[in-house]
């Protein structure tokens, strides 16, 4: 399926292509959640890497972290220095990126957003993720994700089994 060039999906084909990294692609069914992705994927749901755009305080941000964790808002308001943090609402995600729910890539450096990622996703050799569409996904090695964003590491995540 051939995409036009100034879509999410193809801006993050390039982004990798541009850097030299391999990956693999992947068209399937739409997908809405990280559970129905992992499935259809054939891939732990730990590998999910779940992008998820937040208001902090004035500005956006990207909060990166594995899809088998929740977001620690408490832990990701210390790292971005406010006491105000919401997830952005569904008109300003599509001001900011294009993109639905459950489409976006974990390179907010794609929408001149900062990327806090959580260390937990580094445990996954490979990471997979919607590359801006619901129906096409990428893996592609954790450390090759980490060398293109330079995400902020944080602890912002925790598993529920941890609770």
Known sequence: MTEPQDTAHARVLALLREAGMAFTEREHAAVRTSEEAAAIRGAPLRSGAKALVLKAADRFLLAVLPADCSL????LRGVAGTRRIR????????ALTGLTPGAVPPFGSLFGLDTICDP?????PHINFNAGSHCHSVQMAYADF?????????????RADAI
Do not use: C, Q, T
């Open 146 to 158: 980490a060398a293109i964003e330079h995400p902020r590491m944080a602890v912002i995540a925790s």
């Open 120 to 124: 937990k996703l580094a445990e996954n």
């Open 87 to 94: 997830f952005a609402n569904g008109e300003e995600l599509l």
């Open 72 to 75: 620690d808002s408490k832990a």
